[in-house]
């Protein structure tokens, strides 16, 4: 178990020097897929698995980088920084470019990186590292950078030195998190509301299919492309649309249909998806459980078969868990390609379920499925 005092200890067997340390959770998202790009709504949650940061400040300018997952060291001259090929500096070094972008200094630093957010799970592990390297240097520095900014830099360094257009929810749910609450996220404008997150007898629990997916090499910025090409035909006959947010499925069909059977299709998604968060803000607070799972059922149909990001595996256990009447709904979670499904189980089914599910994933396919129980938790802070 990571603890405030395990990091402290490796940090200075390492760095011999006393740390500011950072807790960053990760993201599961209820509801409300590939919208957050297109300025719509979303509806995450932080997570009791985080990203644990420890920084110092050194007397050069150098970054010392030390990732205990990887038992690596990454060191680059501050004045000299630039993307890697080796990945995982990059969401910290991306930052460090952000930082500097806004005209805030930094000096030379240490940095130990630790954490128990599953890698390539979809629970925004990355997003994780950016906003508690955010907080980390804000304090170590007194940079005195402002909360909403923390999102806002970790997005920006996603996309310039991880080379993935993502959306803000992953580094505003790490951010804004709360225990016990949803938030409902409206990605144009960033104002939110939190909605209580009252299962009642049920639990989340997330089935990873270990199918490990990275994102900038797969489908996902094609989709991100076809959602800019449906936006640029709408705009021809309605020039007040920005984004997939002020389109409407009757647009849609008007336009995009006969132009573009694909875009079409997957951008009608994208604005369905969007009305879903909705509609399950508002079983959530009308405690209808039954009626949230039907919505995360229709979102599954919609990522597999229309917006095309699931894939076999994430297919096969959403199709197996509807057999029960004790699961509310599942649907696949995050960018897509693999990761987790989420699901509303009933806490008495859980044993029962995951000894069922086990060898029938591992029989079809050949690898172990991974059971991930998760409980809400509190955003971004120092320890």
């Known amino acids: 178990m990571i603890t405030k005092e395990s990091i402290q200890n490796k940090f200075t067997s390492i760095f011999q020097a006393e740390p500011i340390i950072v807790r960053s959770p990760g993201r599961i998202n209820i509801i409300g897929e590939h919208t957050d790009y297109n300025d719509g709504f979303v509806l995450p949650a932080a ?19 030390y990732a205990e ?43 130990y990186i630790d954490g128990d957010v599953p890698l390539g799970a979809g629970l925004s592990s990355s997003a994780a590292v950016e906003c ?34 993502c959306g803000i929810m992953d580094q505003f749910a790490s951010t804004f998190g709360k225990k016990d609450q949803v938030l409902k996220l409206d990605c144009r404008s960033l104002e939110y509301e939190y909605v209580p997150l009252i299962l009642d007898g049920y639990t989340i629990i997330l089935l990873n299919t270990n199918v490990k997916h990275a994102l900038g090499d797969t489908a996902y910025n094609k989709r991100v492309e076809q959602c800019k090409q ?24 008007e336009i995009v249909k006969d132009r573009d059977a694909e875009v079409y299709t997957k ?9 879903r968060v909705h509609e399950a803000c508002e079983h ?40 029960f009447p004790e699961v509310l709904g599942a649907r696949q979670m995050g960018g897509g390609f693999g990761g987790c499904t989420i699901n509303l189980v009933k806490n008495d089914f859980v044993v029962a379920l995951i000894e069922k599910i086990s060898p029938e994933y591992f029989a079809k396919f050949g690898k172990e499925l991974t059971v991930i129980q998760v409980k809400t938790d509190d955003g971004t802070s120092v320890l």
């Open 47 to 65: 997570i009791d698995k985080a990203v644990y940061i420890a920084v110092s400040k050194r007397d050069d300018e150098l970054i010392s980088l």
């Open 230 to 253: 449906a936006i640029d035909w709408v705009k021809e006959k309605y020039p007040e649309v920005v984004n997939m947010r002020d389109v409407s499925v009757s647009m849609l069909d």
């Open 132 to 165: 508690a390297t955010t907080l980390a240097l804000s304090e170590l520095f007194e940079l005195n950078i402002p909360r909403l900014e923390i999102p806002k830099i970790g997005q920006l360094a996603e996309h310039t030195y991880a080379g993935v257009k």
């Open 284 to 323: 959530l607070k009308a405690g209808n459980l039954k009626a949230l799972g039907q919505n995360l059922l229709a979102s599954h149909h919609g990522l597999s078969q229309e917006y095309e990001v699931s894939c076999a595996e994430s297919d096969y256990l959403v199709d197996f868990i509807k057999q």
């Open 69 to 111: 997952d990887y038992k690596a060291v990454y060191e680059i001259s501050l004045n000299a920084i630039a993307p890697t090929d080796l990945h995982w500096p990059n969401y910290i070094l991306g930052v460090v470019d952000q930082i500097q972008k806004r005209g805030l200094l930094v000096g030379g630093f240490n940095l």
């Open 267 to 275: 951008t009608r998604f994208v604005v369905e998806e969007s009305e």
